[in-house]
């Protein structure tokens, strides 16, 4: 599904006609939908052959529309990325996270990818603040 979504939303046509599978620690089984958008960039990332800032994580759900959603205990969540060491996450918009953590807030997964990847503009808040144009 997160491929499909990919192909018609992310502008990776190419991903249609691929075979793909996705590996996880431990070989852990995802079933866990705030994974979408992470598995969504990582793929993107392996496209465009271009990587992600550091100690950066991304959570959300994504629609078949392109849209990325709310995840249920987000703002849980993005607290203990932040006490794991993680400065910035890549999220639904309206989002909010604990102080010190800068939020890049997307509505489409093309958004997060632009984000993400630095592949166009987008929104950024700080700590669920302040905004800025990256």
Do not use: N
């Not at 979504?5 to 070989?27: D, I, N, P, W």
């Not at 939020?103 to 669920?128: K, R, S």
């Amino acid at each position: 599904m997160v491929a499909a979504v990919l192909t018609e939303h992310g502008k990776f046509k190419q991903l249609a006609r691929m075979e793909m599978y996705v590996s996880t620690v431990g070989g852990m089984a995802l079933t866990e939908p705030a994974a979408d958008l992470a598995i969504a960039l990582s793929l993107a990332s392996s496209m465009t052959k271009r990587t992600f800032q550091d100690k950066t994580v991304a959570l959300g759900e994504l629609g078949l529309a392109g849209e990325v959603r709310r995840v249920p205990d987000l703002e849980w969540r993005l607290k203990e990325a932040h006490r794991m060491g993680f400065h910035t996450a890549i999220v639904p918009r309206g989002a909010k996270g604990p102080a010190g953590m800068k939020l890049l807030e997307a509505g489409t997964v093309a958004e997060a990818i632009a984000l993400g990847l630095g592949t166009g503009a987008a929104t950024a808040t700080g700590a669920g603040t302040d905004t800025e144009k990256r």
